[in-house]
Every structure is written in structure tokens, then in C-alpha cells.
């Protein structure tokens, strides 16, 4: 059973930085491909980052230059910094793992970026 538990969101102001973390229950992190996903009030769940088992990263263009996706194997993590941040920003934001079919989500953080 994979488990997904993320942290790390909370209020920041306009231009600020945060660093989301999404740690995975298991023993098979080295070959999942994770990613981050937002949804933010009355839209649908968009992507925002991967990168694959192989270290592969791709960005939604909306946060290309401002946010960074990486994974530590030997912590069983997945980290999201997030700079430069604009209120357009503000989402719950999910932690996702994929393998084949399987796909797991975490519960989500809250990301507010407001004055």
C-alpha cells in the first residue's frame, strides 16, 4: 500500500517562497513517477509538476522559471519549492505517484498567497 503524505503549504505574500514536501510510505519510491497538482476554487485539478523515476522534470507553463520539482530516493520524498509566488497560486495542492496503472494521491496542503 503506497500512502502519500504532503506538508509545507500554509499563507505567504505575493513574491514569497515556499517548499512543499510530499513524503511516500513503501519501499518503492526509486520507481514511481510523482508529481504535484493544484486545484484551486471552482476549477479542475491542473497539472503543475513531474519528474519521473529517471529524473525527468516537466512544468506547467504558468510556473515555468518559478517553481522546482525534485525527489530524494533515499528519503522517499518529493519536494516542490515554489518562488515568486502570485496569489493566482492559491490551490490545494496534491502530491500524485504513478506506476502503470496505479496512480495515488495524497490529501493535499492549503497554499494561500495573499497581502
Known amino acids: 500500500q503506497v500512502q502519500l503524505v504532503e506538508s509545507g503549504g500554509g499563507l505567504v505574500q505575493p513574491g514569497g517562497s515556499l517548499r512543499l514536501s510530499c513524503v511516500v510510505s513503501?519501499?518503492?519510491?526509486?520507481?514511481?513517477?510523482m508529481g504535484w497538482y493544484r486545484q484551486a476554487p471552482g476549477k479542475q485539478r491542473e497539472l503543475v509538476a513531474t519528474?519521473?523515476?529517471?529524473?525527468?522534470?516537466n512544468y506547467a507553463d504558468s510556473v515555468k522559471g518559478r517553481f522546482s520539482i525534485s525527489r530524494d530516493n533515499a528519503e522517499n520524498t518529493v519536494y516542490l519549492v515554489m518562488n515568486s509566488l502570485k496569489p493566482e497560486d492559491t490551490a490545494v495542492y496534491y502530491c500524485?505517484?504513478?506506476?502503470?496503472?496505479?496512480?495515488?494521491w495524497g490529501q493535499g496542503t492549503q497554499v494561500t498567497v495573499s497581502s
Open positions: 500524485n505517484a504513478g506506476l502503470l496503472s496505479y496512480n495515488y
Open positions: 513503501g519501499s518503492i519510491f526509486s520507481i514511481l513517477n
Open positions: 519528474v519521473t523515476s529517471g529524473g525527468v522534470t
